[in-house]
């Protein structure tokens, strides 16, 4: 009965460690690191490249790493277009890993190409998803003036609310 005992509180304990050691989102560097990492994106042009050194001065930056064939980045493009005059504001950088001619098609579609405030391209080194540790897309991550980590969306983020936490993170 000792050894049963004895085994037993070993495998509570395992699991236990095992459930606190296992979850990714715990682990993911930006819950570390609050600065804004360091990225290089090919954009649609399949020629120029964009990084964070590039970032013009706002108030804000916001990383969206998004799949083409995704509904929900697909609404989130729709939604962020619609609010476009509300975000002037900020800088967004779109991220994804498909192909730049999904990506090309995908912010022709939309109009995100058409805004001096965006900048979506390909992550061929997959620095960003691992850096946020990305289980859905579009995952959203906000970051002040400073390039200091405000808040992460990892199942995209309505725009009320996007909207509210910029007002509210800018006092």
Known sequence: MKQFSLFLACLIFTAFAMAQTNN???????????????????????ATWFT?????????????????????????AKEVIKNIDSLSNTFMVWVSYKSITEIREFAQHYGLDQHKNIRIGRDPLYALPSFYQVRFTPFVAVYDKKGMFVKAYETGVEMAELNALLRESKK
């Open 52 to 76: 964070k050194s590039e970032l013009p001065k706002r108030d804000f930056t916001i990383i969206i790493y998004f799949s083409p064939d995704c509904g929900h980045c697909q609404y989130e």
């Open 24 to 46: 990714p989102e715990d682990n993911a560097p930006y819950k570390k690191d609050p600065v804004l990492p360091a990225f290089r994106i090919l954009q649609t042009d399949s």
